[in-house]
């Protein structure tokens, strides 16, 4: 059984540059070297939602488990929070189409 990951975050104001070199050259790449697939992204643009929310998978739920209690995402998660504030994760069954 499939299992998403959903993250979501606001951009701390005044680092929006340093936020996404940081998605794009290290936190992306290093979910992957994780074990996790990044399948979604998306940008809220109107509403009181979270501003970005990133969507990664995988097949085992406990592997998701295990990477989710591994220093490397510790350190991954804390990097983050240099450039977000609001960091929240969530984990559901994979089902087709936008899950929240």
């Not at 990951?5 to 929006?16: A, D, Q, S, V, Y």
């Not at 998306?42 to 998701?64: H, R, S």
Request: no cysteine.
């Amino acid at each position: 059984m499939s299992v998403k990951l959903l993250m979501t975050w606001n951009i701390l104001p005044g680092r929006e540059q340093e936020y996404f070199e940081f998605v794009v050259r290290e936190f992306m790449p290093e979910i992957q070297q994780l074990g996790l697939e990044t399948t979604e992204a998306w940008v809220t643009v109107y509403g009181d939602q979270p501003q970005i929310m990133a969507v990664a998978k995988t097949a085992d739920p406990n592997e998701l488990r295990r990477i989710l209690l591994s220093q490397e995402w510790d350190g991954l998660t804390s990097r983050l929070q240099d450039y977000v504030r609001d960091l929240a994760f969530k984990t559901v069954k994979e089902r087709p189409g936008f899950q929240m």
